[in-house]
């Protein structure tokens, strides 16, 4: 309620912030006043006392010379006061240049009773303007860039205004002449050229020029300067002194730095003979005349003197290219040196503007190409010290040059055709007046250009120049020895021919090989001879062929090859050229069956291979009745009849050595096509001596004591009574001996019906000696005779063993295996505990090799067969008894081979049963054990809780080794673990089956799984019962075959199911109650869910509501305050097994002691059906409390003229209690 007190202003603004730039920018300067218990009165903002009344309540607390009092307030007037409303007033500052402060200055705001409704005045909070650091800033025309040319600093009258904010200016520096001289001192060039701003514009500057504008500004006026002179712009930077400025302390460095621009210098152009046309030729004879003419400057009176002015003069007449005898290096610029170097002497100062270079002769003086010379005066050769170049250049053409040959190519002894063939010949090609290319040697341009002129006239030449070796000529050739000779080396050229005569070339340099660029042609050209004598060169494989590489056609390849001569072209084509190149080929010894009278006389055109004009290839056929007993020498001669000269000439000789002498095995026998034992009994096989390196003797059939010798020759090495030695041996004779040729002897075997062997015969042949022309060779023919004995005994298999065995008749044992031998008998001791017992059984043999199968139970098995299980029957019979393996088990059928080793067999022969045992596998089965097939295991609260375990047995196969690791075999098994009833909302296909994986499944043995079960909380399948629908997949199992069990586990409802309550209603209390805080309930089930109506406007949710009751006898408690109101909206069906019911605030709650509530869970809310309690939750009672409300206690009805029209109300609210 109001007292009708003074009233009070808030400041508000950019003003409350600003600093003292701000002020003088007039940027972020508004202040605003808001008044509370008072107003403003109607005139204030427009023109009159009351605004002027209210400027003038805003002043400095400070004493500033250039601050608010003296600056600002003196030009603040109504145009700058806003009255925005009663209460609040708008002021905004304008742009006060002048405006400085050397501290932050302090406003005080006091509002006068004379602008106010009430009777007082009001004071406001104080205003801060902060102090900045001062800045200085160049106007004027000079850095306005109106007046700063070169020009206009030598005419005078520009001006610079030097601006300090922040600070003010001395008054001294217009009055005081050190200060004045410090302030234009502190104007200062970047450069410092002799007529430029430090030297002419500064010292020329005095008091005078200063000007005090106004205690922020101060102006230079620029006298006239006639002497300024700058060669490049000029860059003025101003730094104040210190004592220029109030705070006296700063030196402040100005912006932004004054740009002069200086004015255009000097030019110069060149004159004279040296630019008229000069040649090569004119610099070497001298004489030529350079005029260097200014304009704009004057040259420097000593120009021309031997100073170093002169020679910067000279060295600044550059060429634009640099070659090794040009102008850069032979007469002028930085680099010349020598006897023609142009100094002093050359240099002639004419007048002020003109000087003459005078060129002096030089001989050393040479151009690859023109060549211009630019011409740059130095700034220390004139008067104003600048450099100028000139726009234009003096050009020297370049003369043309020549060339002269040399080298060996040039002289006879090195230019013969041989010469050429060879390579190696070269040819130096010298310049004069010209260099070479400098890449002429590498691959490109230059070097293409050179060898595409490097050419032979007589195109007619077949073999010549152009043809043969041109073409093999690149930069691996070629030598640029330096600038002036290149040497080119000519590589081998075996192809080139010029029979008869002789070949002179016609060389020209061409222009892209030279840095002349124009192509010179050499005074005298090589001249090629023709070779006297033609050449034959021999090889191929021929040249180390044996004996017996002719024989086998092997290594027989003869090439001749021809060196200053070719072939005809009807070499190689039936013909007299041909016969007569073959008939050049000749031995130079006796051999009967040598190269004269078994190989030449095969030999063909047939054989012969014309390559090209200088090749021809001879390919030697086989010839196996090629005999030499020594090397043979073949002589080689080319006939005048088969090339093109005419002329016959020789080549090299070649050697075929002779090889030892070697004996074959052939015929029948040998080739294995009638060698069977009743081959020989039949008779008519035949066996074929064949002799390589050597011939047969006549005598083998005329002289009995060697043939018989022959004949003994073949020897069996084993001597089985009636095997070879003792049989074949004795039967040959004469008869059975036929001499084919010079190198082979049959012999055909007559009838033998004695022939008998027990094995395989092996029969070896060594030849007598005298049997062979050399005589004193024994040799052992290959390949050994393999004579195959007939067939050895049979086995036959019977018994029950043989009559469709399965896995299970195996396993039980009993089964009986007769082995009966037909053409063998048993050995005696058959069945007794030895060696030959262990080796038929292990000759016992599965096909297939698995863990629990025959190999592994019977053959190697502890419990497996032995000697206990073999009989002896008779010679013919052995009885094999199967012991009992309940071990055993197949994943598959596999069968058994039986082979009878040597070792129980009279005749010590393996023999194999023609047929294998075959062993069908059993059916397998599984059954189920455990926990979860067990009543007290398998109860929904155990499949929730987790830890209930399955055992898994099969019979009559195997579990994968890797069922119980990360595998297919384990995501297969779990897959098979489902439920018969695929629609429980939350049963085991939905709940348990995504929760199983590898870890929960345990490989016990091969035969026995253990799957535990994990955690399942939200497992629920209310009423009733669940059976699962167990089938064992094929990839779980070693057989592959899916199993199913014949009993299923059965999982029974939990009775009864469990739920909880949890949240912020079981802590609440009855204040908490009230306002609708710490309200919430939520109920979670366990072996049951909710129905899916619950939640909406629903018997369902009716239902569980009236579950919730007050065990108590409470008024105002929760049956009677809550229950009533509590509806669909207040609960939420979080998920199948969760509910939340949320209690509004409600303020008629109220409870003089704890209240317990009682839940149940009523079956129309489950799908169960079933009732079941949840625990009890307590409401705290809470200390009363009473609170005062109403328009008087909200402040809406609470004035004193309120309570005095009356009308106002006040309610008293109880909490925790109710009223009586």
Known sequence: IGNGGAGSA?????????????????????????LSGDTFVDGLGSPGASTDALLAGITSTGTHSHGWDNEVAPVLSAADVVRVSDFVVRITVPAIPGFAITKDEVLSVVLPASILSGASSVTAANVTVSD?????????????????????????????????????????????????????????????????????????????????????????????????????????????????????????????????????????????????????DDIIAGGRVLDIVLTGD??????????????????????????????????AGPAASGDYALDHTNVERINNQLVRITLPAAPTYGLPASEDIAVTVPGSALAEGVAVTAPTVATIANSPGSVTLAGSLMTPAASGELDIIEGGSYLEIILEGDTWASDVDQPGASLAALLSLLVSPNTTLEHGWNNDVLPLLNHTHVTRVSNLVVNITLPPAPGYSITPGTETLNITIAGAAVAGGLPLVPPVQPVLNNLLVSLAELTGSLLVATENNVIDGTSSVLVIS???????????????????????????????????????????????ERLNDYEVRITVPPIPGFAITKDEILSVTLPSAAVTGGVSFPAANITIPDDAPTISMQGTVAAGTANEETDIISGGS????????????????????????????????????????????????????????????????????????????????????????????????????AIVNAANATVALQGSFTQTVSENDVISGGLVLDIILTGDTWIPTIGDNNQATIDLINGLVATTNTSNGWNQILVAGPDGLDHTNVERINNQLVRITLPAVPEYGLPADESIIVTVPGSALSEGYDVTAPTPVPIANSDAEVSLSGLLMTKPGSGELDIIRGGSWLLLTVKGDTWATDIAED??????????????????????DREILPLLNFTHVDRVTNRIVNLTLPESRFYAIGSGIEILNTTIVGPALAGGKALKPLSQPVINNLDPSIAEVFDSLLVATELDVIDGTSSVLTISLTGEVFVDQM???????????????????????????????????????????????????????????????????????????????????????????????????????????DIISGGSTIFAVIRGDVWN
Do not use: C
């Not at 603004?13 to 808001?34: K, P, Q």
């Not at 004057?298 to 910067?312: C, L, V």
């Not at 595998?967 to 085991?988: C, Q």
């Open 10 to 34: 808030v400041l508000a603004g950019s003003l409350l912030t600003a600093s003292e730039s701000s002020v003088i920018d007039g940027v972020g300067t508004v202040l605003t006043i808001t």
């Open 132 to 280: 900045i650091g001062p800045t200085i800033v160049l106007e004027g025309t000079v850095a306005a860039a109106t007046a700063n040319a070169e020009t206009d600093i030598i005419s005078g009258g520009s001006t610079i205004f030097a601006i300090i904010r922040g600070d003010v200016w001395n008054s001294t520096v217009a009055t005081d002449t050190d200060v004045a001289q410090a302030f234009i001192a502190g104007f200062l060039a970047a450069s410092s050229p002799p007529n430029g701003w430090n030297n002419v514009v500064v010292p020329n500057l005095n008091t005078s020029a200063l000007t005090l504008v106004n205690h922020t500004t101060i102006a230079i006026a620029l006298p006239e300067l006639p002497h300024y002179a700058t060669p490049a712009d000029e860059a003025v930077t101003f730094t104040n002194p210190s004592g220029t400025t109030t705070e006296g302390r700063l030196q402040i460095t100005a912006t932004p730095v004054l740009a002069i621009v200086n004015a255009a210098n000097a030019t110069v152009v060149i004159q004279g003979s040296l630019t008229q046309g000069a040649t090569e």
């Open 298 to 331: 004057t040259w420097i009176p000593s120009i021309g003197d031997d100073n170093q002015a002169t020679r910067d003069l000279l060295a600044g007449l550059v060429s634009t290219s640099n070659t090794t005898n040009g102008w850069n290096l032979v007469l």
């Open 562 to 608: 021809l060196t200053g001569e070719t072939f005809l072209d009807s070499v190689g084509s039936p013909g007299a050229s041909t016969d007569a190149l073959l008939a050049g080929i000749t031995s130079t010894g006796d051999h009967s069956h040598g190269w004269n009278t078994e190989v030449a006389s095969v030999l063909t055109a047939a054989d012969v």
């Open 686 to 785: 035949t066996i074929v001596v064949v002799l390589r390196g050597d011939v047969w003797n006549t005598t083998l059939v005329s002289d009995p004591d060697v043939r018989d010798a022959f004949i003994a020759g073949f020897v069996s090495a084993a001597s089985p009574p009636n095997g070879w030695n003792n049989v074949v041996l004795e039967a040959l004779n004469g008869t059975a001996l036929t001499l084919v040729n010079h190198t082979a002897v049959a012999i055909t075997l007559p009838a033998l019906p004695h022939y008998a062997t027990p094995a395989d015969e092996a029969v070896t042949f060594t030849n007598p000696a005298g049997a062979t022309t050399e005589g004193g060779f024994q040799i052992v023919g290959s390949p050994i005779l």
């Open 967 to 988: 595998s297919a075999a384990a995501s297969a098994f779990l897959a098979g673990l489902t439920s018969r009833n695929s629609t429980i909302e939350h049963g085991w």
């Open 1095 to 1201: 939640g909406t406007a629903s018997a369902a949710t009716t239902a569980l509501l009236n579950g919730i009751a007050s065990t108590g006898s409470h008024s105002h408690g929760w049956d009677t305050e809550i229950a009533p109101y509590l509806g669909d909206a207040d609960v939420e069906r979080v998920n199948d097994f969760e509910v939340r019911i949320t209690v509004p605030a409600t303020p008629g709650f109220a409870i003089t002691k704890d209240e317990l509530l009682a839940i149940t869970i009523p079956a129309a809310a489950v799908n169960g059906l079933l009732p079941f309690s949840a625990p009890n939750v307590t409401i705290t009672d809470s200390t009363p409390s009473i609170e005062l409300r109403g328009t008087v206690a909200g402040g809406s009805a609470n004035e004193e003229t």
